[in-house]
């Protein structure tokens, strides 16, 4: 019995020094998570709480100031304009993307590979593009005299002032043609793992195509779906270049998103307290979005 206990503490310790080296091994890894990720996260906390500014005695002097950012943001009426262009924004785009990544995808999984090649490039070069070039691009595709409105006038359909007529529009539509390639990557990798013998055999059964589409297919790609939803929601949270590019935020406050609003009270008002603020109310727009998404791919499975 003793030999066996003694066996039993030299397992343990083996086990406990492994530990203790995949530890070190990993500690680099866990330094650089807490350098450019925990504090970066704790000091917006902080500095949101505070005066901070970029001029004034407040540049080099802030103070604690509690939730005075929060009370002066709420109080704001750009503030709740921006939560719902930020919301309408959000919702466009992930329709836009989602609907139009996954339609390319689909008609594109029966397709030779020579068809897939060359559509593939031509989407994915919207994508690949940076925000102020996908701006530039669609600044002259909807502008006044721009290839849209020559397109209608070819048509015979009067000509719209897309960019001040419909400025919410527009930048959902350049969004969407910015992101959609990401969509349709995951979706055509999702495509290509649903069996083809899985829709052979719902046509037997009488299924026409939608059908199959829609009560087949779209149930095998279901955790891809939500996936592709919650990645895209925090990066159209995000987008700034490309709205301040092609509408300023304006005509108005019309395009005025959180990031806009945020830099706006941030660098162009010089209050980086105020603009931190703004972003801690962007952050949790994203986190209630986040735990959203996870509880309905919980409540599916």
Same mark, same amino acid.
């Given at each position: 019995?003793?030999?066996?206990?003694?066996?039993?503490?030299?397992?343990?310790?083996?086990?406990?020094?492994?530990?203790?080296?995949?530890?070190?091994?990993?500690?680099?890894?866990?330094?650089?998570?807490?350098?450019?990720?925990?504090?970066?996260?704790?000091?917006?906390?902080?500095?949101?709480?505070?005066?901070?500014?970029?001029?004034?005695?407040?540049?080099? &002097?802030?103070?604690?100031?509690?939730?005075?950012?929060?009370?002066?943001?709420?109080?704001?009426?750009?503030?709740?304009?921006?939560?719902?262009?930020?919301?309408?924004?959000?919702?466009?785009?992930?329709?836009?993307?989602?609907?139009?990544?996954?339609?390319?995808?689909?008609?594109?999984?029966?397709?030779?590979?020579?068809?897939?090649?060359?559509?593939?490039?031509?989407?994915?070069?919207?994508?690949?593009?940076?925000?102020?070039?996908?701006?530039?691009?669609?600044?002259?595709?909807?502008?006044?005299?721009?290839?849209?409105?020559?397109?209608?006038?070819?048509?015979?359909?009067?000509?719209?002032?897309?960019?001040?007529?419909?400025?919410?529009?527009?930048?959902?539509?350049?969004?969407?043609?910015?992101?959609?390639?990401?969509?349709?990557?995951?979706?055509?990798?999702?495509?290509? &793992?649903?069996?083809?013998?899985?829709?052979?055999?719902?046509?037997?059964?009488?299924?026409?195509?939608?059908?199959?589409?829609?009560?087949?297919?779209?149930?095998?790609?279901?955790?891809?779906?939500?996936? &592709?939803?919650?990645?895209?929601?925090?990066?159209?949270?995000?987008?700034?270049?490309?709205?301040?590019?092609?509408?300023?935020?304006?005509?108005?406050?019309?395009?005025?998103?959180?990031?806009?609003?945020?830099?706006?009270?941030?660098?162009?008002?010089?209050?980086?307290?105020?603009?931190?603020?703004?972003?801690?109310?962007?952050?949790?727009?994203?986190?209630?979005?986040?735990?959203?998404?996870?509880?309905?791919?919980?409540?599916?499975?």
């Amino acid at each position: 019995m003793a030999n066996k206990s003694k066996v039993q503490k030299t397992g343990k310790m083996a086990v406990f020094v492994d530990d203790m080296k995949h530890s070190v091994l990993l500690l680099p890894a866990i330094l650089l998570l807490l350098l450019f990720f925990i504090v970066p996260i704790v000091l917006t906390v902080y500095y949101s709480f505070t005066n901070m500014a970029l001029t004034g005695s407040a540049a080099q &002097n802030f103070q604690f100031v509690g939730i005075q950012n929060y009370i002066s943001m709420f109080k704001d009426p750009t503030t709740l304009v921006s939560i719902k262009n930020t919301l309408i924004f959000l919702v466009g785009s992930l329709l836009g993307q989602s609907v139009i990544g996954f339609l390319v995808a689909y008609l594109m999984k029966e397709k030779a590979q020579a068809f897939r090649s060359v559509l593939g490039p031509c989407i994915l070069a919207g994508w690949v593009m940076p925000e102020i070039v996908v701006s530039m691009c669609c600044l002259a595709f909807f502008d006044v005299s721009g290839t849209m409105n020559q397109i209608l006038q070819a048509l015979h359909i009067p000509g719209v002032d897309w960019i001040y007529g419909h400025p919410m529009l527009t930048i959902i539509i350049a969004n969407v043609w910015h992101g959609a390639a990401f969509s349709m990557m995951n979706f055509q990798s999702a495509l290509d &793992n649903v069996s083809g013998d899985i829709e052979e055999a719902a046509r037997v059964d009488g299924a026409n195509r939608i059908q199959t589409l829609i009560r087949v297919v779209v149930p095998c790609i279901k955790d891809t779906i939500a996936t &592709n939803t919650m990645l895209n929601t925090l990066s159209t949270l995000g987008v700034f270049g490309l709205i301040w590019a092609l509408t300023g935020g304006g005509p108005g406050t019309a395009t005025t998103t959180l990031p806009i609003y945020m830099y706006n009270q941030g660098m162009k008002n010089f209050q980086l307290g105020q603009g931190t603020a703004i972003g801690m109310l962007l952050l949790l727009v994203g986190a209630v979005c986040s735990v959203i998404y996870t509880r309905v791919m919980k409540s599916e499975e």
